[in-house]
């Protein structure tokens, strides 16, 4: 069963391989999904600042019935701060508003303020590195255990490495049937990194795909289904985002698997380029 599954990072701290998204999950609705959630067996739960439903992610973790240890929490470092100081204090303030006494991952969620994707060149490389160290400040410190970034290219992934005394142990992007960065997958799994893939279900879009229809009713699967077995299968880890048990418990119910030509054919599918009201997000090629 996936929820049993895991990957090893590189420090040796193991994580799901499929986990809960949380983005859009209300703060006052976030502490009842994650306990319907670790009901359902999911003990990977993805939050970030700037979600705004840290306290409610936080109060779920505890009230779940499940030991603390047993559960991954993974926070983010919002886009804005990109400096030493305004990150150590983010980090702090994340776990009084979660509370928290640690969490298992930390990672940064942009390498450009959201005002500034899709907008500007400055990729920030300098000011990343600050975050950074940040980063491995609390990792030392045994406020997080283990650190990462999201949506970060080749570029910032090669900044970051030169004078990162610890190495990036995940990189979550966007990534769906139709919409995969599969040069940069590949390049990062190379360095050992661990990718995560977001918006797995292209934030509802693949429902209407008559594509991506076409290739569920051939396996027997629903659409959210075969999109999280095809992320899966190109070895990331999956952060399907729903509140709805059901849809929990579906989304987890993938023991099948999709052919070699048939990934194929999933990866080369003409984009998805409209993501609905969604468009105007920076991550779906908006403009903050």
């Known amino acids: 069963m996936i929820l049993n599954e895991s990957y090893t990072l590189p420090n040796g701290v193991t994580i799901p391989k499929l986990g809960l998204g949380t983005w859009f999950i209300q703060d006052d609705q976030a502490a009842e999904a994650v306990r319907q959630a670790v009901s359902v067996g999911y003990r990977h739960i993805d939050t970030a600042q700037a979600y705004g439903n840290e306290a409610g992610i936080g109060a779920g973790v505890k ?127 190379s360095k050992g990194i661990v990718m995560e893939a977001y ?17 569920a009713e051939k396996y027997g699967v629903s659409i959210p289904q075969l999109c999280i077995r095809y992320d899966l299968q190109l070895g990331m880890i999956v952060l399907p985002k729903t509140a709805n048990p059901e849809h929990m418990r579906t989304n987890a119910e993938i023991d099948f698997t999709i052919s070699d030509e048939d990934m194929n054919m999933l990866m080369n599918m003409e984009k998805i380029k409209d993501y609905g009201e969604y468009s105007r997000f920076p991550v779906f090629g908006g403009r903050k």
């Open 199 to 215: 918006s797995p279900v292209a934030h509802g879009e693949a429902l209407k795909n008559e594509n991506i229809k076409a290739m």
């Open 63 to 189: 009230s779940c019935g499940v030991p603390r240890e047993e559960i991954f929490v993974t926070s983010k470092v919002a886009a804005e701060h990109k400096t030493y100081e305004a990150a150590a204090k983010s980090i702090d303030k994340s776990l009084v508003k979660m509370g928290l006494s640690y969490l298992d991952m930390m990672i940064i969620h942009s390498p450009q303020p959201w005002t500034e994707v899709n907008q500007s060149s400055n990729r920030y490389y300098q000011e990343n590195r600050q975050v950074w160290k940040a980063l491995e400040a609390a990792l030392a410190a045994g406020k997080v255990r283990a650190i990462g970034v999201s949506n970060f290219l080749k570029e910032d992934i090669d900044s970051l490495w030169e004078t990162a005394e610890i190495k990036p142990m995940v990189n979550q992007v966007l990534c769906h049937i139709s919409n995969t960065p599969a040069a940069l997958v590949s390049y990062c799994q």
